[in-house]
């Protein structure tokens, strides 16, 4: 099965995962359309150290290099994969907002 990779968008028609994208450097820009390509191809068996389950259903798309970015999404409806959030990862954990913007984000979709 084929995957489709969408940026969220804001009711408003903000477009923050596409701003974040744009703000990183040339080579981890590529990097994360390197990791896109797989998550598209692999979906669901796109494990370690590509992608980590957090639990309610957002999983984590890992960029390492000098940059490290993480990119948190869902799967969504039949063929879908929406990237809700994305940051610079800069601790050992991921920080509670962080996690509060990509669950907040999962139920405005819920609720379309």
Do not use: C
């Amino acid at each position: 099965m084929a995957w489709e990779i969408q940026l969220y968008e804001s009711p408003n028609g903000q477009k923050p995962v596409e701003d974040f994208i744009k703000s990183l450097q040339p080579s981890t820009i590529a990097k994360l359309a390197h990791q896109f390509k797989l998550l598209e191809e692999f979906g669901p068996r796109l494990g370690m150290p590509n992608a980590k389950p957090l639990g309610s259903g957002l999983i984590e798309l890992r960029v390492r290099g000098k940059e490290e970015v993480r990119t948190l999404f869902i799967f969504h409806k039949a063929n879908a994969i929406v990237v809700l959030h994305g940051f610079k990862k800069k601790t050992f954990t991921i920080s509670k907002r962080d996690l509060s913007i990509a669950m907040q984000r999962k139920k405005e979709i819920a609720d379309i």
